[in-house]
T-cell receptor, first 111, second 113 residues
Framework: EDKVVQSPLSLVVHEGDTVTLNCSYE??????LLWYKQEKKAPTFLFML????IEKKSGRLSSILDKKELFSILNITATQTGDSAIYLC???????????FGEGTQLTVNP | NAGVMQNPRHLVRRRGQEARLRCSPM?????VYWYRQLPEEGLKFMVY????????ESGMPKERFSAEFPKEGPSILRIQQVVRGDSAAYFC???????????FGQGTRLTVV
């Protein structure tokens, strides 16, 4: 059975700090890894990663995948209170389109 | 171009009643996925449908739960004889063919009292 483990489960930082969120996975036929941001509503898509070593970047957020060690990290620099949310990691198999999600990291950014 | 639309946003049912959750995918999307999120947990896959076909229902409870995606109209997730443990947020996502599910609806929060 596919498995996705995120760490830490929760994180509290001050505005301006840099955070690194971790996601490790076990999947039979890996196709892609996805990151989402979830505030009190729908998950919002952030990144999709399919190849090792290629950094995806969007503003203060960036992410990278290591397919050999089976993990990904999501970095957020110069955090703002608006970054407070649950960050979800999910993997998708080649054999189907279902996503297997991790438990999420609850990030709280204090002013 | 409206996003994935779910309704109702909130649904309260008494134990034993039926709950019907609706999901209209984004325009042009023919693949629909349902996920359930229990409090303090991540999203769990339930079912994957294409128009008029169930492709993968391996995440659906064997009893009381069913899903459909008819040729016309929204996808429906139906829960019969609801119990307190069914209280959760139910999210729908849609995609074109097997592209990653980048688009989720706002969810339906089901409360069973």
């Amino acid at each position: 059975e596919d498995k996705v483990v995120q760490s830490p489960l929760s994180l509290v930082v001050h505005e301006g700090d840099t955070v690194t969120l971790n996601c490790s996975y076990e999947v039979t036929n890996f196709r892609s890894l996805l990151w989402y941001k979830q505030e009190k509503k729908a998950p919002t898509f952030l990144f999709m990663l399919t190849s090792s070593g290629i950094e995806k970047k969007s503003g203060r957020l960036s992410s990278i995948l290591d397919k050999k060690e089976l993990f990904s990290i999501l970095n957020i620099t110069a955090t703002q209170t608006g970054d407070s949310a649950i960050y979800l990691c999910a993997v998708q198999e080649t054999s189907g389109s279902r996503l297997t999600f991790g438990e999420g990291t609850q990030l709280t950014v204090n002013p | 171009n409206a996003g994935v639309m779910q309704n109702p946003r909130h649904l309260v049912r008494r134990r034993g009643q039926e709950a019907r959750l609706r999901c209209s995918p984004m325009k042009g999307h023919s693949h629909v996925y349902w996920y359930r999120q229990l409090p303090e947990e991540g999203l769990k896959f339930m079912v994957y449908l294409q128009k008029e076909n169930i492709i993968d229902e391996s995440g659906m409870p064997k009893e009381r739960f069913s899903a459909e995606f008819p040729k016309e109209g929204p996808s429906i997730l139906r829960i019969q004889q609801v119990v307190r443990g069914d209280s959760a947020a139910y999210f729908c996502a849609s995609s074109m063919d097997t592209a990653p599910q980048a688009f989720f609806g706002q969810g339906t929060r089901l409360t069973v009292v």
